[in-house]
């Protein structure tokens, strides 16, 4: 099994910056790739980044040019850079590993962009 932690959330105005970290124990050979998923409230889970284990990302196109995504398998680590943040960009960040056939789940941190 693989067990995910997140830090790093918290309040920040528009326009700042924060950096989400999730690490990674346990079976993490078993992982294949990691993302990021966020939650706002009163809207569904929506996928904001993934990274594979080769290294090859993608975003949703909301967040594309303000976040970046990394990976230090040397930590077991992967982190979101949160640049430009905005209002909308407020919700539960959750960290996400797939370990086929399954995902695991990291317990959330929460992100507050105030305006």
């Known amino acids: 099994q693989v067990q995910l932690v997140e830090s790093g959330g918290g309040l920040v105005q528009a326009g700042g910056s924060l950096r989400l970290s999730c690490t990674a124990s346990?079976?993490?050979?078993?992982?294949?790739?990691m993302a990021w998923h966020r939650q706002a409230p009163g809207k569904q889970r929506e996928l904001v980044a993934v990274?594979?284990?080769?290294?090859?990302?993608d975003y949703a196109d909301s967040v594309k040019g303000r976040f970046t995504i990394s990976r230090d398998n040397a930590k077991n680590t992967v982190y979101l850079q949160m640049n430009s943040l905005k209002s909308e960009d407020t919700a539960v960040y959750y960290c996400?590993?797939?370990?086929?056939?399954?995902?695991?789940w990291g317990h959330g941190t929460q992100v507050t962009v105030s305006s």
């Open positions: 346990g079976s993490i050979f078993s992982i294949n790739l």
């Open positions: 996400v590993a797939n370990t086929p056939p399954s995902y695991t």
């Open positions: 990274i594979t284990s080769s290294g090859i990302t």
